[in-house]
């Protein structure tokens, strides 16, 4: 039974993507990059070893919070090939949210796409336009290289190093992270140079 109390989130888009909410039919494409070793390396869990694992997961971690109202992350679905590539989003952050934190995962295949930074323009429009947040906030892990550019392109202000336990992973396992943070009242005096 649809709740109208709940937050919707809205279908956004950029250039080259559509961001929409996920879907159990997604579970396809998602399985395609969380089966990477290297695309779960760092984040709560384990490569999905089939379709099943995929599809718990959306559940879990989409379609549950979806259903308690929190604003989670996006299917990004590449236009051109319309096809899911990734997801990106606030990591399950309620509607009355001051400050969110920013993830986003991208299939392999597109990697060096540029895509990354376009899409997490995006996001800040709408988190702090639609969401009216205040802060939005994004990790970095060491070995990343190429996230930290673009955030720092985007107007986020490094704020820390810290170590970042790794729960899905053996145990006492830590990584080198970056936090950084981007306010609204900064966001608004970038736009407003830009143009």
Known sequence: MHNSNLFEMKILETKNCIL???SLEDAPHLFEYYKYDKVVKYLPFKKHKNISDTENFIKIFFLKNYAKGKIGHYAIVLKKENKVIGNIGFNNISSSSKEGELGICINPLYWGYNLSSELAKEMLRY???DLNLKKIIAVAFEDNKY?????QELGFHHVKFFNKKLYAKK???YVKCH???IFKKDYMISIKNNF
């Open 127 to 129: 988190g702090f336009y």
């Open 179 to 181: 936090k950084y943070e």
């Open 20 to 22: 929409r909410p996920i």
């Open 171 to 173: 145990s006492g396992a």
């Open 147 to 151: 996230s930290q550019k673009p955030l």
